[in-house]
Protein backbone atom coordinates (compact mmCIF):
# COMPACT_ATOMS: atom_id res chain seq x y z
CA UNK A 1 0.00 0.00 0.00
CA UNK A 2 0.63 3.51 -0.25
CA UNK A 3 1.79 6.14 2.51
CA UNK A 4 0.01 9.24 2.22
CA UNK A 5 0.71 12.82 3.58
CA UNK A 6 -1.59 15.88 3.54
CA UNK A 7 -0.89 19.52 3.24
CA UNK A 8 -2.36 22.71 2.41
CA UNK A 9 -5.44 23.43 5.10
CA UNK A 10 -5.20 26.78 6.92
CA UNK A 11 -7.80 29.76 7.90
CA UNK A 12 -9.80 31.64 5.17
CA UNK A 13 -12.81 33.36 4.99
CA UNK A 14 -16.16 32.02 3.03
CA UNK A 15 -16.11 32.40 -0.63
CA UNK A 16 -12.40 31.55 -0.45
CA UNK A 17 -10.23 29.00 -2.20
CA UNK A 18 -7.82 26.43 -1.44
CA UNK A 19 -5.95 23.71 -2.87
CA UNK A 20 -5.18 20.37 -0.77
CA UNK A 21 -2.59 18.08 -1.51
CA UNK A 22 -1.76 14.67 -0.91
CA UNK A 23 1.43 12.92 -1.58
CA UNK A 24 2.26 9.37 -1.74
CA UNK A 25 5.57 7.35 -1.02
CA UNK A 26 5.26 4.09 -3.06
CA UNK A 27 5.84 3.52 -7.08
CA UNK A 28 1.87 1.66 -6.82
CA UNK A 29 0.45 4.92 -6.45
CA UNK A 30 -0.72 5.30 -9.97
CA UNK A 31 -2.98 1.91 -9.62
CA UNK A 32 -5.38 2.92 -6.64
CA UNK A 33 -8.00 5.20 -7.31
CA UNK A 34 -7.99 7.68 -4.38
CA UNK A 35 -10.45 9.69 -2.40
CA UNK A 36 -11.00 12.51 -0.10
CA UNK A 37 -12.41 12.71 3.10
CA UNK A 38 -13.83 15.29 5.52
CA UNK A 39 -14.93 15.03 9.51
CA UNK A 40 -16.13 18.02 11.01
CA UNK A 41 -16.33 18.67 15.26
CA UNK A 42 -18.89 16.48 16.71
CA UNK A 43 -19.34 14.52 13.17
CA UNK A 44 -18.68 11.35 11.70
CA UNK A 45 -16.13 11.39 8.46
CA UNK A 46 -17.56 12.02 5.36
CA UNK A 47 -17.21 10.80 1.20
CA UNK A 48 -15.65 14.61 -0.44
CA UNK A 49 -14.77 12.88 -3.77
CA UNK A 50 -12.91 10.33 -5.00
CA UNK A 51 -10.85 9.53 -8.45
CA UNK A 52 -10.08 6.27 -10.55
CA UNK A 53 -6.41 5.07 -10.67
CA UNK A 54 -6.17 6.57 -14.37
CA UNK A 55 -8.00 9.90 -13.36
CA UNK A 56 -10.54 9.62 -15.63
CA UNK A 57 -13.04 9.07 -13.52
CA UNK A 58 -14.40 11.16 -10.86
CA UNK A 59 -17.55 11.77 -8.39
CA UNK A 60 -18.28 14.26 -5.48
CA UNK A 61 -20.72 14.19 -2.44
CA UNK A 62 -23.65 16.35 -3.39
CA UNK A 63 -22.13 19.01 -1.00
CA UNK A 64 -19.34 19.77 -2.89
CA UNK A 65 -20.27 19.09 -6.46
CA UNK A 66 -19.90 21.97 -8.30
CA UNK A 67 -17.08 23.68 -6.24
CA UNK A 68 -14.91 21.24 -5.40
CA UNK A 69 -12.12 19.64 -7.89
CA UNK A 70 -10.29 16.34 -7.28
CA UNK A 71 -7.10 15.55 -9.90
CA UNK A 72 -4.04 13.56 -9.64
CA UNK A 73 -0.59 13.60 -11.00
CA UNK A 74 0.35 10.03 -12.21
CA UNK A 75 3.61 10.74 -13.70
CA UNK A 76 5.38 13.73 -11.58
CA UNK A 77 4.75 14.47 -7.91
CA UNK A 78 2.43 11.30 -7.42
CA UNK A 79 -0.18 12.96 -5.77
CA UNK A 80 -4.25 13.82 -5.60
CA UNK A 81 -5.43 17.32 -5.03
CA UNK A 82 -8.73 18.61 -3.93
CA UNK A 83 -9.54 21.90 -5.43
CA UNK A 84 -12.25 23.57 -3.04
CA UNK A 85 -13.49 26.78 -4.10
CA UNK A 86 -16.30 29.36 -3.24
CA UNK A 87 -15.48 27.78 0.69
CA UNK A 88 -18.38 27.84 3.25
CA UNK A 89 -18.33 28.08 6.82
CA UNK A 90 -19.81 24.13 7.31
CA UNK A 91 -16.57 23.37 4.72
CA UNK A 92 -14.83 23.78 7.62
CA UNK A 93 -13.25 20.10 9.06
CA UNK A 94 -10.49 18.00 8.97
CA UNK A 95 -9.60 16.45 5.23
CA UNK A 96 -8.03 13.35 4.66
CA UNK A 97 -7.06 11.83 1.72
CA UNK A 98 -7.12 7.77 1.30
CA UNK A 99 -6.28 5.23 -1.44
CA UNK A 100 -7.95 2.37 -2.14
CA UNK A 101 -7.43 -1.33 -0.83
CA UNK A 102 -7.37 -2.94 -4.25
CA UNK A 103 -5.24 -1.74 -7.34
CA UNK A 104 -7.20 -0.87 -10.33
CA UNK A 105 -10.49 -1.04 -8.75
CA UNK A 106 -13.22 1.50 -8.81
CA UNK A 107 -14.45 3.65 -6.19
CA UNK A 108 -18.66 3.18 -6.27
CA UNK A 109 -20.87 5.08 -3.86
CA UNK A 110 -19.22 6.63 -0.70
CA UNK A 111 -18.33 4.42 1.74
CA UNK A 112 -15.10 4.28 3.33
CA UNK A 113 -14.68 0.51 3.79
CA UNK A 114 -13.19 0.32 0.38
CA UNK A 115 -9.97 2.69 1.26
CA UNK A 116 -7.27 1.32 3.52
CA UNK A 117 -4.46 3.67 3.51
CA UNK A 118 -5.12 6.81 5.06
CA UNK A 119 -3.01 10.00 5.66
CA UNK A 120 -2.91 11.92 8.89
CA UNK A 121 -5.31 14.96 7.89
CA UNK A 122 -5.20 18.03 7.67
CA UNK A 123 -7.51 21.36 8.89
CA UNK A 124 -9.10 23.67 6.68
CA UNK A 125 -11.02 26.31 8.72
CA UNK A 126 -13.50 28.53 6.86
CA UNK A 127 -14.73 31.84 8.87
CA UNK A 128 -18.16 33.40 7.77
Known amino acids: QVQLVESGGGLVQAGDSLRLSCKAS????????MGWFRQAPGKEREFVAA?????????YADSVKGRFTISRDNVNNMAVYLQMNGLKPEDTAIYYC????????????????????WGQGTQVTVSS
Open 26 to 33: GHTFSWYA
Open 98 to 117: AAHRSPYTPVIGTSQGPFGS
Open 51 to 59: ISWSGSSTH
